[in-house]
């Protein structure tokens, strides 16, 4: 990719995250690159291209972290509070507007990290239960496909709609609360021990300070 490209790309994901995606404009990006405007419209056409040039950055990184955790994960249950940590600080560290602009005012957008959720999100999740079922940590009766679907839908709805206005419902506590409400579904007797132990231990206080 050309450097000077890259550097817009990696600008302008710095400005989403921390300022949302709405209220950045394509001004404000080139000020911050110290560059002029015509210089950012050399190498995207519009705004939109280049907050498609993020969403794709974003879910790159997300896949690579997700293998990464997967693999560091001792057993289903740790694995699956890996995630959940992780998960928790990268909403702490963005706006909490930011995926809701892009469902509203960026369809395209939108329907590329839903497509992302169907390619990839869905299959980690997915080995994950099954991973818990090998080890009996996770019940065996788990209907994997409906479960991995209504996870996924849960996450969609807090992070996109009007069910839960980021102005009203902090996005972490959000996200924490229905994440414990959905592993203790799926969790045996062993597997509940080791998950209130774990989950006492590092999760049941993560408020957004």
């Known amino acids: 990719m050309d450097e000077q490209k890259q550097k817009i790309i990696l600008k302008a994901c710095d400005l989403f995250i921390t300022y949302g995606v709405r209220s950045v404009t394509m001004d404000e990006i080139a000020r911050a690159l110290s560059v002029s405007k015509k210089t950012i419209y050399q190498h995207f056409k519009d705004k939109g291209e280049i907050v498609m040039a993020f969403a794709e ?10 293998d990464e955790l997967r693999e560091s994960g001792e057993n289903a249950i740790d694995e699956m509070l ?6 928790r600080q990268m909403f702490e560290s ?11 005012f960026y369809p395209k957008v939108w329907e590329r990290f839903q497509e992302f959720e169907d390619e990839f999100l869905c299959g980690s999740l997915a080995e994950n239960l099954k991973r818990g079922i090998r080890e009996g940590f ?7 496909d ?16 009007n069910e839960f206005p980021p102005d009203q419902y902090p996005q972490t506590e959000v996200h924490m609360a229905l994440l ?15 998950f209130e132990e774990s989950w006492e231990e590092n999760y049941s206080k993560a408020k957004v300070k």
């Open 138 to 144: 996770y019940r065996e009766n788990l209907n994997v």
């Open 146 to 161: 409906v479960l991995v679907k209504a996870r996924l839908k849960t996450v969609e709805i807090v992070c996109g709609s």
């Open 82 to 87: 890996k995630v959940s940590r992780w998960v």
């Open 57 to 66: 950055r974003q879910m790159e990184m997300q896949r690579q972290m997700l």
């Open 94 to 104: 963005m706006h909490p507007g930011l995926i809701f602009d892009i469902r509203k």
């Open 180 to 194: 414990e409400h959905f592993v203790r579904g799926l969790l045996t007797p062993k597997g509940l021990t080791l």
